[in-house]
């Protein structure tokens, strides 16, 4: 077989790129630790409720001072429907779906979640300023999707 130099250059050019990004890959997976974004936190899903922390849904103080709070999302609407967080305080929102793929987003914010059967996602937000915060669900879920949302009402302490 015949290789024109020209080829012969790219075929070593594009098998050395290979192995420089396998080796990124490589090192970064088997030596530094490091995993898919997420982790692999899943619950039953029919057992929701009976499953901590969504048996009980609400804002919670955490033993190191900061807070987590455990949310259903449903059709069409969220568990707890109301919501109180304290200003300034580092919060966890701990999610899931008991029914369909929904999702939570604190319009304003970086808090943008899906809301997965089976799955729990986690994100930490500190609110800085007062106020009521709108929440949609961004992903369509159904006939009263377009209705599903909540506030939370953010307050100073
Ligand atoms: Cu829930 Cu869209």
Known sequence: MHLHKYEKIWLAFGVFALIIFLSVV???AFHQGNTPSGGHMTIDPEKVRETAPFNEPGLHKKEDGTYEVSMIAMAFGYDPAKLQVPAGEEITFTL???DVTHSFS????NVNMMAVPGQINHRTHTFDEPGSYL?????????GH???STEI???QQ
Not at 106 to 109: D, F, P, S
Not at 135 to 143: D, F, K, W
């Open 26 to 28: 490589g090192v970064s």
């Open 146 to 148: 377009h209705f599903m």
């Open 96 to 98: 899931t779906s008991e």
């Open 153 to 155: 009402e953010v307050i």
């Open 135 to 143: 929440v949609v669900c961004n992903e369509y879920c159904g006939s």
């Open 106 to 109: 604190i319009v304003g914010t």
